[in-house]
């Protein structure tokens, strides 16, 4: 599922990077989750 937003999206992406060299995070969320939220969704309203 992605994000609502673009805003989101980026906060989820720098999320997923710093869960990834093992920072900590200000979410609870597996780097699965963060890697479908941080996804651009596909195609555009028709």
Do not use: I, N, V, Y
Request: hydrophobic share 25%.
């Amino acid at each position: 599922m992605p994000a609502k937003s673009e805003k989101q999206r980026k906060f989820l992406a720098a999320e997923l990077e710093r869960k990834r060299e093992g920072k900590p995070t200000k979410t609870d969320m597996s780097e699965k989750q963060l890697r479908d939220f941080a996804r651009k969704p596909k195609g555009g309203k028709k």
